[in-house]
């Protein structure tokens, strides 16, 4: 990536969010949170929102939106020196805010999350919020499963090459990864988004909640709403199990199946990890296929 100034603001701006989203998240999902943590969480989380938002609405529209306009005149080794030093001004977050929920299309349940938390934050930066309310803990859980699947994902997967990976392990790290997939009210409303976004959901390989989404994301074809475990199109095929006869949980690697080549497999329901090879004739998928063709085909041609 070259030093030019839109590509050191996508790196700011990445960096940015993923830093306030794991230092909120770790309070967030302390053992037992106490109110400082819960104070913490709504300031970071918050901050990553704000940093999310912009980084989308300068991907969607180049690095002068997100700029105030006294900058607009300025060559870019200036605005660049001004980065590096911390004075350089970006717009407000309302535009930002405005503009992401429109075009992510989020449901008005969620903009109105996205509302609560900003109040929260402003109650805690500008008087101290003596009093939290009861549900903010959820209501902050909520937005990170909201935020991390229309946005995060999405937005920073550019950088992410391997699909085959555990993305809100990579964002949070592997300790309070494991802290944040033992949390209910993350989990189910992790579960409640994958029904509502994809036309089939599965256990996930990766954390095994079921949570495992058929999608439509540009080139990904299943992604976990929980942990973020995503696989491109290219790579991926499901087929039935031939131990445990589930029917369409057999997930196989779709790249490598010409010419009887065994591919490693894995079943969704019973767990179980195998080799299986594709037949020809139905391109249905088994341990074994003496004669080149499946057992049900060759039956079939007798």
């Not at 970006?90 to 929920?101: M, N």
């Amino acid at each position: 990536m070259s030093d030019n100034l839109e590509n050191l603001l996508v790196k700011t701006l990445s960096e940015s969010c993923r830093a306030y989203l794991r230092h909120g998240a770790a309070h967030l999902f302390a053992k037992s949170p106490t109110r400082d943590d819960l104070l913490q969480a709504i300031l970071n989380i918050q901050a990553s929102i704000e940093a999310i938002a912009k980084l989308y609405q300068l991907q969607a529209n180049g690095w002068k939106v997100i700029l105030e306009k006294k900058h607009l005149g300025e060559v870019e080794a200036e605005l660049i020196r001004k980065l590096n030093v911390g004075n350089l001004r970006t717009t407000g977050y309302e535009d930002s805010k405005k503009q992401l929920i429109e075009r992510q299309d989020l449901e008005k349940a969620d903009a109105e999350l996205l509302g609560k938390l900003q109040g929260y934050r402003n109650a805690v930066a500008h008087l101290g919020m003596p009093a939290l309310p009861s549900a903010v803990s959820d209501e902050i859980k909520k937005i990170i499963v909201r935020v991390l699947n229309a946005l995060v994902w999405k937005t920073l997967a550019a950088g992410w090459t391997d699909f085959l990976e555990n993305r809100s392990a990579i964002v949070f790290g592997s300790a309070l990864f494991a802290e944040v997939m033992a949390d209910a009210c993350y989990v189910d409303e992790a579960i409640e988004l994958a029904h509502e976004k994809a036309c089939k959901v599965r256990n996930c390989p990766e954390c095994w909640k079921p949570t495992l989404g058929e999608v439509d994301f540009e080139d990904t074809a299943v992604l976990c709403f929980c942990c973020g475990y995503g696989i491109a199109e290219m790579m991926v095929e499901f087929g039935d199990c031939p131990i445990c006869n589930s029917k369409g949980n057999l997930l196989y690697d779709g790249l490598n199946t010409e010419n009887l080549n065994p591919v490693g497999a894995m079943c969704l329901d019973c767990r179980q990890k195998m080799d299986v090879v594709k037949c020809p004739e139905c391109s249905g998928v088994w341990l074994n296929m003496p004669g080149g063709i499946c057992e049900d085909c060759r039956t079939s041609q007798i």
